[in-house]
């Protein structure tokens, strides 16, 4: 009998490193259920992004039809999703320093993922950036690898991508013209 008592035992201790190390792993590979870069998974690139942007063509909400290679070197392009409290509370911080970062506005791109308030958040942008918005945002988005919201990033000429902290205010300088 102490036989099976002791093989009983070990069975269950197996069995609850099994379930302790499978509850890890799903933990591990659930989207958003970690400590992780702001803006959704993104390896070891952050922010949700690829480190190289696809080419893309996208129609503005101004209507003009924009790609990749429309956006000058250094272009800061900002993906904001409706329904989303961190976008929400970028938004106007967003609006509020670009103007000082002496960008003109064909060097920001912002890209509002469809939903109930896209309209109220295109508004706002027009202001500071070209905004595309509905189904062209689902193109850049992919272009750019985006995985969660939002992201904040620099583009370079050669398509190169640099994510930027969402309390990205103080890492910029202004851009010479």
């Known amino acids: 009998m102490s036989l099976t008592g002791a093989a009983v035992a070990l069975v269950g201790a197996i ?13 591990r590979l659930r989207p958003g259920a970690g400590p992780g870069p702001a803006g959704g998974p993104g390896g070891d690139h952050g ?8 080419d893309f063509v996208a129609v503005t909400a101004q209507g003009r039809t924009i790609g ?18 961190p976008c929400a509370a970028l938004l106007p911080r967003f609006v509020a320093a670009v103007p000082g970062l002496g960008l ?35 193109a850049v988005a992919e272009a750019f690898g985006v995985v969660g919201y939002p992201v904040v990033c620099r583009l370079a000429a050669d ?6 902290e969402h309390e990205w205010m103080a890492p910029f300088a202004p851009v010479a013209p």
């Open 15 to 27: 069995a609850l490193l099994n379930l302790t190390l499978t509850y890890g792993l799903i933990r």
């Open 47 to 54: 922010a949700g992004i690829a480190p190289v942007a696809r």
């Open 68 to 85: 990749r290679g429309d956006l000058p070197d250094g272009a800061l392009v900002a993906f904001f999703s409706t329904g989303c409290p």
């Open 104 to 138: 003109p506005v064909p060097a920001v791109l912002a890209v509002v993922a469809p939903g109930p308030e896209e309209q109220e958040y295109v508004s706002a942008l027009a202001e500071v950036a070209t905004v595309v918005s509905g189904e062209h945002a689902a």
């Open 159 to 164: 398509g190169a991508v640099t994510p930027v």
